[in-house]
């Protein structure tokens, strides 16, 4: 419970409109429970003998009091129910800021299903508590103030016999409630993975069908629905059982009544409308009684749906600009990087609620990055090559602030990432990921991505660099034609140029390629890659570095770093390192041998 007094500002901060419902309410339930007196009343003097006019005002008086316990009852409703929407955005606003702004190892290692879930379901119950929760706890909790006030005004004895079988219902609604919260938390995790299989079957449709797996996925997903259903149900199920449970309570009360409060008319010591007042209450007191079960079920759901939310709220942004922030200027910037060592599992350890980490995590344990020394001058063309795994898309991360680097590790222009403004880095370094996105708009838009304002000259240039004219022609509509979702109308050569052309527009004094040319011929590759580095001559000096597979395409570069298992092995230009015994001529001989058969 200590989560709730941590998110209880979300709710005291609403304490106007509350203490406004809350007026509201105490009057509407202070009507409620006044008409049964009033009815006691009326059969009183009924039995007395009472006229025709008194009887028809005491008609008139529970009209006048129905009607305006229900205007009352409305408003304490909107009162408290607009607070509880309030509480809803509010925590949205919370956690889309906190997520936008965590680090991608915090997604590497979480599931979207999973975040969803916590972003619709558990703010719903957050809520659920603000809102309807608050107004059912206080209505009962005012329900019984009152009532208890009227009945102990006609008679304390009676109340007391009245509160007998108390007991007896407490100790069985307690049990109702720990099976409730163990159905509600089991529904929940199943609920989580049950939107993980959606949301992966629909992003990678295109890898279920070509694995003929719809059936097994359809199946996959049943059966998790299945189980969510099942928790749903036995939650619903049990919680039903309150009703009788809480109903056997009101009849037990009801039989006390009679037989001790029949004694005590017959006695003389009590009126029938007394009595059947009293009834009324016992009656009136039932309702609220059944929504305490809820009440208290609503309350176990928010708090498990705050700790989750909470999880995300308090995991760590770990990259972020710093206080007091360094230029790096406009000019060509130099990329240096000094004794780099990384390990992913490190860094995800900062989000230990969130992430499920176990031992068959083993990549993230060994370094992605070990001892890592590299130096591409300004406006200098670099090239990375080594064996698939080995950290080159890491080393690129490294160079973005994308992971979480040690200080005084990485610098540009001379100035250490860690204390550069997010924003200008963005600005100052291009970079075209391994795996492109494209959105499903046209050619153009994408590749103005970065730079909406840019011109047609300007798209056209950046798109014949990136070697796409020829390609162009052939699309219906030119720059203009539309692309399918994630560019799936595109062959996959094409989507990487059109990302490559995107990065070439802004401009930026780095650019970084991630073997973002592998899907075009070698002979294509190396062409875009020197007329990349002929305009970055002229461009006052971009300086470039290439992550490549083929050896072909890179060796033009004034320096090539091997890379091999995070570490560094070799670096130097292409005729010095095929002198060396080593990766670098095992891969060009290799891939020469290659490129000759296919020749024949
Ligand atoms: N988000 C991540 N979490 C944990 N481990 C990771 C993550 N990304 C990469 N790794 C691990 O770090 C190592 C280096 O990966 P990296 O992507 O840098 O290799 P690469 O050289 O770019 O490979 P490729 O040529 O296949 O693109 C690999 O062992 C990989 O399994
Ligand atoms: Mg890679």
């Keep these: 419970m200590d989560i709730l007094k941590r998110y209880l500002f979300l709710y005291t901060r609403h304490r106007g409109p509350y203490f406004l419902g809350a007026v509201f309410l105490i009057a509407t339930n202070a009507i409620a429970l006044a008409i049964p007196r009033v009815f006691g009343w009326a059969i009183d003097d009924l039995e007395a003998g009472a006229t025709r006019g008194l009887i028809l005002s005491y008609a008139g008086a529970i009209v006048v009091l129905a009607v305006f316990q229900t205007v009352m009852r409305v408003g304490s409703r909107i009162f408290v129910l607009s607070v509880s929407r309030r509480i809803d955005y509010e925590m949205k606003g919370m956690l889309h800021k906190r997520l936008i702004h965590l680090a991608p190892s915090f997604f590497a290692a979480t599931n979207t299903g999973d975040l969803m879930s916590r972003m619709t379901n558990d703010v719903m119950l957050v809520r659920a508590l603000g809102g309807p929760g608050v107004l059912y706890f206080f209505n009962a909790f005012v329900m019984y103030a009152l009532g208890l006030a009227y009945m102990v005004s006609i008679s304390w004895r009676l109340t007391l016999v009245v509160f007998l079988p108390l007991p007896i219902v407490a100790v069985l609604v307690r049990i109702l409630v720990h099976r409730v919260r163990d159905y509600v938390t089991r529904a929940r995790i199943a609920l989580s993975d049950l939107n993980t299989i959606v949301q992966e079957n629909l992003s990678g449709v295109m890898v279920v069908k070509s694995f003929a797996l719809e059936e097994a996925q359809n199946l996959r997903f049943e059966n998790q629905s299945a189980t969510y259903m099942d928790f749903g149900l036995r939650e619903a199920w049990t919680r039903a059982q309150m009703i009788p449970v809480v109903g056997l309570g009101g009849g037990l009360a009801a039989v006390v009544v009679i037989g001790f409060g029949g004694r005590m008319v017959s006695a003389g010591d009590l009126s029938i409308g007394d009595l059947v007042a009293v009834m009324s209450y016992v009656g009136v007191m039932v309702m609220p009684t059944v929504a305490?079960?809820?009440?208290?079920?609503?309350?176990?759901?928010?708090?498990?749906?705050?700790?989750?939310?909470?999880?995300?709220?308090?995991?760590?942004v770990t990259i972020s600009s710093p206080d007091s922030a360094?230029?790096?200027?406009?000019?060509?910037?130099?990329?240096?990087?000094?004794?780099l060592n990384f390990r992913y599992d490190d860094h995800l350890r900062n989000y230990g609620g969130i992430l499920k980490l176990d031992e068959t995590f083993e990549s993230g344990r060994r370094h992605a990055l070990h001892k890592i020394d590299f130096v591409a001058k300004e406006g200098g063309y670099v090239a990375i090559v080594g064996r698939v795994g080995s950290g080159k898309s890491t080393l690129l991360k490294a160079i973005q602030h994308l992971i979480e680097v040690p200080e005084g590790s990485v610098f540009l222009g001379g100035v250490d990432v860690v204390e550069v403004e997010l924003d200008e880095l963005r600005q100052r370094v291009g970079f075209v990921p391994q795996d492109d996105f494209l959105f499903s708009t046209t050619v153009f838009d994408n590749i103005a991505y970065g730079q909406p304002d840019a011109s047609r000259g300007e798209v056209d240039t950046a798109a014949q660099i990136a070697g796409l004219l020829v390609d162009l022609e052939c699309l219906p509509d030119g720059l203009d034609t539309v692309v399918g979702e994630r560019g799936a109308t595109l062959s996959g050569g094409q989507r990487q140029r059109v990302a490559v052309a995107r990065a070439i527009l802004i401009d930026s004094p780095i650019l970084l390629l991630d073997n973002a040319l592998s899907n075009v011929d070698a002979e294509t590759e190396r062409k875009i890659l020197d007329g990349l580095r002929a305009n970055a001559a002229s461009n006052a000096g971009r300086t470039l570095v290439?992550?490549?597979?083929?050896?072909?395409?890179?060796?033009?570069?004034?320096?090539?770093?091997?890379?091999?298992?995070?570490?560094?092995?070799?670096?130097?230009?292409?005729?010095?390192?095929?002198?060396?015994?080593g990766l670098y001529a095992d891969m060009f001989e290799q891939q020469r041998l290659s490129a000759e058969l296919e020749k024949l």
């Design 326 to 339: 360094r230029p790096i200027g406009d000019g060509p910037l130099s990329v240096v990087i000094k004794g």
């Design 292 to 316: 305490l079960g809820w009440i208290l079920s609503l309350v176990q759901r928010g708090a498990a749906a705050l700790e989750r939310l909470d999880e995300v709220l308090v995991a760590p």
């Design 546 to 581: 290439v992550v490549s597979n083929r050896i072909g395409a890179i060796q033009d570069a004034d320096h090539i770093y091997v890379m091999d298992e995070g570490r560094v092995v070799n670096h130097g230009s292409h005729a010095q390192l095929i002198q060396r015994p």
